[in-house]
């Protein structure tokens, strides 16, 4: 028996554990051409090792995004302030549904991530790692040194929601900012640690799948999620 420790998992077939929350994220269209190469090369890789020994689970390939900036979620809820906990655990609870209260996405709607109309940031793959043992991700880096200035603005704005947001609810995401697309958890942390040898192999076979495909990140949404598959519902 494997024993499970990742919150993001339940089972192996794989089944994915309710976790509630809301992100900005870029939502590429399903025929982008560089996802359909991502998708391609880790279909070659669905009996490797990193699967089959180190129970790496994939997310589905539909799911595939980039998030720029973490909102509250289920695991931080322990972090807001406690005159708003409650709130935001009812609308956790109530499946984030529309209309999002105005009081409490007033800075998430009036930041420029979302008021931008278009990022036009065009990246590549730059490499697959293993992220602390909990997930595989493809990272991915800009084209050029004009995609780079974007790319630092935006890191500019999601500073600038991350202070007025976490003054009112006391939640902030990492201060550091990678753009990547979450590729699937691990089972357990100890499995993860000894996958070195085939985390690189699949760093190799994706990158080399992806060559020559640019991913182009335009518009973010606000999206909520009940767990790591259901990205989706935006207010744009």
């Known amino acids: 028996m494997i024993p499970i420790t990742n919150p993001k998992l339940a089972g192996l ?36 090792a990193l699967i089959a020994r180190f129970y790496l689970r994939l997310l589905p390939a539909a799911s595939f995004h980039v998030t720029a900036w973490d909102g509250v979620n289920e695991a931080k809820l322990a972090e ?11 609308f956790l609870q109530a499946g984030a549904a529309k209309p999002f209260p105005e009081d409490l996405f007033r800075d998430v709607q009036a930041s420029e991530l979302l008021t931008c109309p278009d990022w036009d940031l065009r990246l590549r793959c730059g490499r697959i790692e ?4 909990v997930s595989l991700v493809a990272h991915l880096e800009p084209v050029d040194d004009a995609v780079g200035a974007s790319l630092e603005r935006l890191r500019a704005a999601r500073d600038a929601l991350s202070e007025a947001f976490g003054r009112r609810f006391g939640v902030r995401p990492h201060p550091d900012y990678e753009p990547h697309v979450t590729l699937g958890y691990f089972a357990n942390g100890d499995l993860a640690a000894r996958s070195a040898t085939a985390v690189a192999r699949w760093d190799a076979a994706l990158r080399s799948a992806t060559a020559g495909h640019v991913l182009t990140l335009r518009r973010l949404h606000l999206s909520v999620f009940a767990d790591m598959t259901s990205f989706g519902a935006d207010l744009a």
């Open 80 to 90: 807001v302030a406690p005159e708003f906990r409650a709130t935001w655990e009812r």
């Open 13 to 48: 077939e794989p089944r994915w554990a309710p976790f509630r929350g809301f992100s900005l994220v870029f939502d590429p269209p399903e025929d982008d051409a560089f996802l359909g190469a991502l998708r391609a090369g880790l279909a070659e890789l669905e009996n490797d």
């Open 130 to 133: 293993n992220w602390s043992n």
